[in-house]
């Protein structure tokens, strides 16, 4: 099974600490959408021997697109792919496009769940973070959604300048009043180059305090789990049979097919990324060129990158695949260098999978890093 992801970059306005791709300026939409099916209609023998599972709207706010414009996308999809029945498609979305009338039709299309771009349920949180809703608008959105979706995720942000801890449970309060399925919670995180990283270092917004975001974290996973969510991946939380299958994937290595500017790709042996500029992608595009790089990986960047994506998850790191897949002289490093934060308690082996403790889950990231080996091959 395989996912086709789909990059629509643009926005209303750009948010503070946001440093995808995507551009405030929709004059080009039009020509960016021809590009996306001609992409999707020129890479489909690249997943002849694959069947599509999930496709998925990201950006972006794939949510500015008309259901019309989205639907002609998944019609290509179908007419180009092997779908399976009853895939997951996911539109990622954000609470100011989604009206009344929105959510309405959205229902009777072939979306199936909404990711809906919440990020805080205060005024003052999402001031800081220049986003294009308010909080009233959040909780409305959300009690309309519920009553036409089953199947929908929020986007929750925490470690944010000013927050309290209170304040931060009273989000998840809020959050677990509505009755989601799914959560995906994130440390603000300061990226070069954002108008974040500006603010704080000219001193107009308090630098991102990394204690604090670590209590929150933990904060955040109690009380989930409190209500039976199951935290199976670093960043998300889901009930029984409600965990996101199209970022599942990723975690678990399977194959997937980046379409639109910035989008990457992965088949196993190869990742690929589109050009990050709408412009030359529209226009490479019109000449039936695909504006991809890619890189074929070694046995060591496969076996990294396993590393990293196994850590985070509820799965682990099975030490029969390292061996299988990547030989014996790996899994002998892994253990050798995990030996040094099972001793930390904060990773662990159980049942031949290498696992992060709860004490070394909000470090996952770096323990992996530790974990990783030099390129040899």
């Known amino acids: 099974m395989a996912g086709i992801y789909i990059h629509i970059p643009f926005c209303k306005q750009a948010c503070y600490y946001c440093d995808f791709h995507f551009s405030t300026s929709l004059k080009?939409?039009?020509?960016?959408?021809?590009?996306?099916?001609?992409?999707l209609e020129l890479r489909n023998e690249e997943f002849k021997q694959n069947k599509v599972e999930t496709i998925y709207f990201g950006g972006g706010t794939p949510s500015l697109l008309t259901n019309e414009e989205l639907s002609k996308l998944i019609a290509t999809v179908y007419d180009n792919y092997d779908v399976i029945d009853n895939p997951e498609i996911t539109l990622e979305a954000n609470p100011d496009d989604l009206t009344p009338n929105r959510i309405e039709t959205l229902e009777k299309s072939q979306i199936n769940r909404l990711s809906i771009g919440i990020q805080s349920f205060f005024d003052t949180d999402l001031k800081l973070m220049n986003r294009a809703h308010d909080a009233k608008e959040a909780k409305a959105c959300l009690s309309l959604a519920k009553a036409c979706f089953n199947n929908i995720s929020i986007d929750l942000i925490y470690g944010v300048p000013g927050a309290s801890n209170e304040q931060w449970l009273s989000n998840i309060e809020m959050a677990l009043d509505y009755n989601i399925p799914h959560i995906s919670s994130y440390a603000l995180t300061v990226e070069p180059k954002t108008a974040l990283a500006a603010f704080i270092e000219k001193g107009i917004i308090d630098n991102v305090d990394d204690d604090q975001a670590h209590k929150q974290f933990h904060i955040l996973k109690d009380r989930l789990e409190e209500e039976k969510f199951i935290h199976y991946e670093l960043s998300n939380f889901g009930k029984e049979g409600f965990f996101?299958?199209?970022?599942?994937s990723y975690w678990q290595g399977k194959s997937y097919l980046g379409i639109g500017p910035s989008a990457h790709s992965f088949n196993g042996q190869q990742r690929g990324w589109n050009v990050s500029n709408n412009t030359k992608y529209i226009k490479a595009l019109q000449q039936n060129v695909v504006p991809i790089e890619i890189e074929t990986l070694t046995t060591t960047d496969r076996y990294n990158e396993y590393i990293m994506t196994g850590l985070r998850t509820i799965w682990g790191v099975?030490?029969?695949k390292v061996e299988t897949e990547f030989g014996k002289i790996y899994k002998d490093y892994l253990i050798e260098q995990a030996n040094v934060f099972i001793n930390q308690h904060l990773l662990y082996i159980d049942n031949r999978h290498l696992r992060v403790t709860r004490k070394g889950q909000f470090l996952s990231d770096g323990i992996a890093s530790e974990l990783f080996k030099l390129n040899l091959a």
Not at 28 to 39: I, P, Q, T
Not at 244 to 248: G, I, L, R, T
């Open 28 to 39: 080009k939409k039009d020509e960016l959408l021809h590009a996306l099916a001609r992409e």
């Open 244 to 248: 996101s299958k199209n970022n599942s």
């Open 318 to 320: 099975s030490l029969e």
